[in-house]
T-cell receptor, first 112, second 111 residues
């Protein structure tokens, strides 16, 4: 899967709980991304990071938080403030200056 | 805000027929990529286009980037059942590694 791992593949949580999704890459890529995909829809950007200790909000950052303490890791926390968290979450990475993104296998989050 | 529109949403074809999906951006793009996502899978990079009017081919797939760098298309000649999946375009703006994905075209190929 292009050297990007996401875990777990499926995640179930109760409403009101925060949950953290893992994303690790061994491609030595500088840039990392989190996308959300809802059924029958495209990918919407949540957060992205072009360098360690720096990240920017994407189009739908509300209710999510991230950190980028290491180049290889870009975990995403879905907080209880996210009103509709059930979705398929995809992490990706790319080399700065290259447009090709490598995607992880995704985490399917279900909140009930 | 920035939007990349993609049509059609669905396409059902008989094996051997051709298929085309189109992307249009509200603003000029610096680049565009195309991805394929198989059912239950994750997007896989197919190609990137950077130059105005650029055309690239990969076997039965032909990719075009419009002269104004606001639109792009992917054409598949003589579809096969292995072409089944959802095809996404992703437009880049400026020099930043930030991309706007189209909503995708889901292709179904009947044998």
């Amino acid at each position: 899967d292009g050297g990007i791992t996401q875990s777990p593949k499926y995640l179930f949580r109760k409403e009101g709980q925060n949950v953290t999704l893992s994303c690790e890459q061994n491609l030595n890529h500088d840039a990392m991304y989190w996308y959300r995909q809802d059924p029958g829809q495209g990918l919407r950007l949540i957060y992205y990071s072009q360098i360690v200790n720096d990240f920017q909000k994407g189009d739908i950052a509300e209710g999510y938080s991230v950190s980028r303490e290491k180049k290889e890791s870009f975990p995403l926390t879905v907080t209880s403030a996210q009103k509709n968290p059930t979705a398929f979450y995809l992490c990706a990475s790319s080399q700065v200056g290259s447009y090709e993104q490598y995607f992880g296998p995704g985490t399917r989050l279900t909140v009930t | 805000g920035q939007q990349v529109m993609q049509i059609p949403q669905y396409q059902h074809v008989q094996e051997g027929e051709d298929f085309t999906t189109y992307c249009n951006s509200s603003t000029t793009l610096s680049n565009i990529q195309w991805y394929k996502q198989r059912p239950g899978g994750h997007p896989v990079f197919l190609i990137q286009l950077v130059k105005s009017g650029e055309v690239k081919k990969q076997k039965r797939l032909t990719f075009q980037f419009g002269e104004a760098k606001k639109n792009s298309s992917l054409h598949i000649t003589a579809t096969q059942t292995t072409d089944v999946g959802t095809y996404f375009c992703a437009g880049g703006v400026g020099n930043f590694n930030k991309f706007y994905f189209g909503s995708g075209t889901k292709l179904n190929v009947k044998p």
